[in-house]
């Protein structure tokens, strides 16, 4: 299975700064995805990231709020611009990787926890 | 449209007790379904999967789950829990080179 790592593990911001998460993977896979777990709830997918164009934001979620790069096939980042306490969250990274038969499974990284004061 | 429901918000079982945790499925076609635990202040990891054939997967730290069609259900189960599975269940659905939508999720407690 592909080991992810992300940075950072943990932050804690004041509002209206903005954070960058980085997301890095030891094999280059196809699909990157970005999730948010806000405290006590299941995981919402933020976006996918798209290697060589632009991320594909799910219903909710905006790129200027949530601004990805995917530079190369490795490595991504997610930014939360212009933070509130609303956006105190875990932030995981995730990626497809193919397996026997072409099926596919998502792994995900250990993620960043959030708090936004 | 895709969904998971995972009917239990919380179960409490006792150590050495037997466990199952439900989840159902809604989707339009042949799924491929995930279950995955999350340990306190840790991430996802992947317990087991179901893609096709044989309906009873066997996964990591002695669970399994049964993929039953009919009944559009996917339940998690472990013959004798140990303390060190007291953690967050997510059930998911997917069909490969898609983003999985997850149910709401099942804390599990372990009591001695």
Known sequence: SAVISQKPSRDICQRGTSLTIQCQVDSQVTMMFWYRQQPGQSLTLIATANQGSEATYESGFVIDKFPISRPNLTFSTLTVSNMSPEDSSIYLCSVDQPGLALQETQYFGPGTRLLVL | AQSVTQ?????????????????????????????????????????LKYFSGDTLVQGIKGFEAEFKRSQSSFNLRKPSVHWSDAAEYFCAVGAGNTPLVFGKGTRLSVIA
């Open chain 2, 7 to 47: 009917p239990d918000i919380h179960i409490t079982v006792s150590e050495g007790a037997s466990l199952e945790l439900r989840c159902n499925y809604s989707y339009g076609a042949t799924p491929y379904l995930f279950w995955y635990v999350q340990s306190p202040g840790q991430g996802l990891q992947l317990l």
